[in-house]
Each structure stands twice: as structure tokens, then as C-alpha cells.
């Protein structure tokens, strides 16, 4: 069974860099797409971005000058760096996995809470 | 960018079937996916691909989509369907933007 786990600071000050990691166990992290959804508290669900496991990356339009994601295979771990974060960049952060580019994202990681505040 | 509309409630007393809707542009010409998040967890699909079911979800689920309009049925509504219910589509108009619907808080009456 393919387990998802984040992992990364839960308070980061308005204008630094957030960066999140996600270990992928029970699986590989090979030919699978990876990816990071938010959602601010008592909001909906937002897409951030994917990563091949290949390299290859897309991000979502609005959050593209602020989001890389990386992906290290050695260590079958992703990880997501977002810039210059204000508190609209407070939420719980999920790491999940795509099969194909059209498909859903079939497992999920717990969610992390991560809170920008000075 | 694509927009999915939701409502933000639907209720329903138990036994009966509640229908959620994800409104977009001609959504019947792409795949719509379905996820449930109960309070404290991550969301979990309950249809893919328009109406198909992944493994361990009850029949009660079923999934279809046409013209503007993508509807989640649950049949037969027990307490525990209680949840957040989300659409969600990939839009290739322009680049490949993952695109989730503003949510359905499901009240089991």
C-alpha cells in the first residue's frame, strides 16, 4: 500500500520560502506523476502543481513565479518550495499521486499545516 | 481559467439519494473525478473518470457527466456519507491546470 507522508516547518514568516518534502513508502516513485493541493482552513481544495518522476514540472498559472517543485528518485521523496509567502499562503498542504495526467489523485499524504505569521 | 461550480450544501434525509452537482463549460467533454473529505482528513475518490468507482468504494456512489454539468449520486445516504464532496477536472484549453470545484458540504438530516 503506497503511503504518502509530509513533512516540513508548520510556521514560516510572511516573505520567506516554505518548503515541504513528502516521502513516498510501499512504492516506488517511478513512472508516476507527484503532486502538492492546498487548502486554506474552512476553504476548498487547490491545485499547485505536479512533477513528473522524470523531472518534468507544471504549476498553476497564478502560482508559477513563486513554486518549484524537485523531486529526488534516490530517496523516492518530492518536495515543494513556494516564495515570498504571505498568510493567504496559510493552509494545509497535501502532497498526492497522479497515475496519468488525466487521472485522479488516488492516494494522498495526512495534510501538514503550515501557518505564515511574523 | 475553468471553473467548476458547486453548490455549497445539499441536504438529505437517510435512505434517500442526494445528488451533487459540478457545473462547467461543456465539462461532459472531459473526465471528472469526485473526492469526499470528512473533517481532519484528506479527501479520497469516490468516482474517476466520470463514473467509474475505485476499489473498496460501495456501489452506492455513482458518477455521470453530459453537456455542462457533472452530478455525484449517493444512494441510499447513511451518516457516515456526512463530507465535503469536491469535483475535479484537468483543463488542456491552455496549459494542464488541475481544477477543483468550491466543495459541497453534505448534511445527512
Known amino acids: 500500500q503506497v503511503q504518502l507522508q509530509e513533512s516540513g516547518p508548520g510556521l514560516v514568516k510572511p516573505s520567506e520560502t516554505l518548503s515541504l518534502t513528502c516521502s513516498v513508502s510501499g512504492g516506488s516513485i517511478n513512472n508516476y506523476y507527484w503532486s502538492w493541493i492546498r487548502q486554506p482552513p474552512g476553504k476548498g481544495l487547490e491545485w499547485i502543481g505536479y512533477?513528473?518522476?522524470?523531472?518534468?514540472?507544471n504549476y498553476k498559472s497564478s502560482l508559477r513565479s513563486r513554486v518549484t517543485i524537485s523531486v529526488d528518485t534516490s530517496k523516492n521523496q518530492f518536495s515543494l518550495k513556494l516564495r515570498s509567502v504571505t498568510a493567504a499562503d496559510t493552509a494545509v498542504y497535501y502532497c498526492?499521486?497522479?497515475?496519468?495526467?488525466?487521472?485522479?489523485?488516488?492516494?494522498w499524504g495526512q495534510g501538514t499545516l503550515v501557518t505564515v505569521s511574523s | 481559467s475553468y471553473v467548476l461550480t458547486q453548490p455549497p450544501s445539499v441536504s438529505v434525509a437517510p435512505g434517500k439519494t442526494a445528488r451533487i452537482t459540478c457545473g462547467g463549460n461543456?465539462?461532459?467533454?472531459?473526465?471528472v473525478h469526485w473526492y469526499q473529505q470528512k473533517p481532519g482528513q484528506a479527501p479520497v475518490v469516490v468516482t474517476n473518470?466520470?463514473?467509474d468507482r475505485p476499489s473498496g468504494i460501495p456501489q452506492r456512489f455513482s458518477g455521470s457527466n453530459s453537456g455542462d454539468t457533472a452530478t455525484l449520486t449517493i444512494s441510499r445516504v447513511e451518516a457516515g456519507d456526512e463530507a465535503d464532496y469536491y469535483c475535479?477536472?484537468?483543463?488542456?484549453?491552455?496549459?494542464?491546470?488541475?481544477?477543483f470545484g468550491g466543495g459541497t458540504k453534505l448534511t445527512v438530516l
Open positions: 512533477i513528473y518522476y522524470s523531472g518534468s514540472t
Open positions: 475535479q477536472v484537468w483543463d488542456t484549453s491552455s496549459d494542464h491546470q488541475g481544477v
Open positions: 473518470y466520470d463514473s
Open positions: 461543456k465539462i461532459g467533454s472531459k473526465s
Open positions: 498526492a499521486r497522479i497515475r496519468t495526467v488525466a487521472s485522479d489523485f488516488d492516494y
